[in-house]
């Protein structure tokens, strides 16, 4: 063979192989999107990673302190915020980077930037436990409060609401651990959707399978992202295993046998005997 002849075969084969190299690269950008599972349909994400699997059950547990449920909790909201968070836009800005030989050169290159106006609305007051993690996924999310407590009727009461007058966001994050009757989480949906919320978002670690459905029944397009579904909601309104309470047990305030229950200040009964005293 020549040395023309060897040249030519040389340059053939290159030419194959970076045909073959280029066909496994995509041809056009692609955004990273949740993988979302029957039977809940398109718009609810059940996690199925195992290291979440291996973090729910610490929070389950009757032997994790306060301490440790607070960590837990928050780990587990950065993961399944970091899922839920895979729908946001972005867009293109310029930007330079550093030479790796050369460092006071730089190269010019295009990168992305969140494009959403993001709100967080942790529901108080187990949510406020996932409000730290979600702030270092989207850190220019704003923060705004709703409290809510469960009546003995099963009815949600809201209590507190932080909500500006003039809706600026474009996505809502609503969060709180568990979602049993849904009711909560429905009253405040609606809420959001009044305030003029155009994308809504749940993130949850728990939810029964009967208050999923039910929060689907009434807010259809709503997102979820929830970390596991249990199947059994007891008649007075709580998850089976559930995680307990998970107010209490974020806050170390879990009662002892024998301890007076603690009293709503909704009820005033402190402002009342106050003010009975006085009149006396």
Same mark, same amino acid.
């Given at each position: 063979?020549?040395?023309?002849?060897?040249?030519?075969?040389?340059?053939? /084969?290159?030419?194959?192989?970076?045909?073959?190299?280029? %066909? &496994?690269? @995509?041809?056009?950008?692609? !955004?990273?999107? #949740?993988?979302?599972?029957?039977?809940?349909?398109?718009?609810?994400?059940?996690?199925?990673?195992?290291?979440?699997?291996?973090?729910?059950?610490?929070?389950?547990?009757?032997?994790?302190?306060?301490?440790?449920?607070?960590?837990?909790?928050?780990?587990?909201?950065?993961?399944?915020?970091?899922?839920?968070?895979?729908?946001?836009?972005?867009?293109?800005?310029?930007?330079?980077?550093?030479?790796?030989?050369?460092?006071?050169?730089?190269?010019?290159?295009?990168?992305?930037?969140?494009?959403?106006?993001?709100?967080?609305?942790?529901?108080?007051?187990?949510?406020?436990?996932?409000?730290?993690?979600?702030?270092?996924?989207?850190?220019?999310?704003? /923060?705004?409060?709703?409290?809510?407590?469960?009546?003995? %009727? &099963?009815? @949600?009461?809201?209590?507190? !609401?932080?909500? #500006?007058?003039?809706?600026?966001?474009?996505?809502?994050?609503?969060?709180?651990?568990?979602?049993?009757?849904?009711?909560?989480?429905?009253?405040?949906?609606?809420?959001?959707?009044?305030?003029?919320?155009?994308?809504?978002?749940?993130?949850?670690?728990?939810?029964?399978?009967?208050?999923?459905?039910?929060?689907?029944?009434?807010?259809?397009?709503?997102?979820?992202?929830?970390?596991?579904?249990?199947?059994?909601?007891?008649?007075?309104?709580?998850?089976?295993?559930?995680?307990?309470?998970?107010?209490?047990?974020?806050?170390?305030?879990?009662?002892?046998?024998?301890?007076?229950?603690?009293?709503?200040?909704?009820?005033?009964?402190?402002?009342?005997?106050?003010?009975?005293?006085?009149?006396?």
């Amino acid at each position: 063979m020549t040395i023309e002849e060897e040249k030519k075969t040389e340059e053939q /084969v290159i030419s194959n192989t970076t045909k073959q190299e280029s %066909s &496994l690269l @995509p041809t056009t950008p692609t !955004n990273v999107t #949740p993988n979302f599972i029957a039977p809940y349909g398109p718009n609810v994400h059940v996690s199925q990673h195992p290291i979440l699997s291996h973090k729910l059950s610490i929070l389950r547990s009757s032997s994790t302190s306060p301490s440790s449920f607070r960590r837990t909790l928050r780990e587990i909201t950065f993961h399944l915020g970091y899922e839920a968070t895979a729908t946001l836009s972005t867009r293109d800005i310029p930007l330079t980077v550093p030479c790796a030989t050369h460092a006071t050169n730089h190269i010019d290159t295009m990168g992305s930037r969140l494009s959403a106006k993001v709100a967080l609305i942790p529901i108080l007051r187990s949510g406020l436990g996932m409000v730290d993690p979600m702030l270092e996924l989207v850190d220019n999310a704003t /923060v705004h409060h709703i409290g809510m407590y469960r009546s003995k %009727s &099963l009815m @949600p009461v809201q209590y507190y !609401n932080r909500l #500006p007058k003039t809706c600026n966001v474009d996505v809502a994050y609503v969060m709180d651990p568990l979602i049993a009757t849904s009711a909560t989480i429905i009253s405040v949906v609606s809420i959001l959707k009044r305030w003029g919320v155009k994308e809504i978002h749940v993130i949850s670690v728990v939810a029964s399978k009967a208050g999923l459905s039910e929060l689907l029944k009434y807010h259809p397009e709503v997102r979820v992202t929830i970390g596991t579904v249990d199947e059994v909601l007891s008649e007075d309104g709580n998850l089976v295993p559930g995680l307990g309470d998970a107010g209490d047990r974020l806050f170390g305030t879990m009662e002892e046998e024998g301890e007076e229950d603690l009293v709503h200040y909704s009820k005033r009964k402190r402002t009342m005997s106050v003010a009975s005293e006085t009149e006396g």
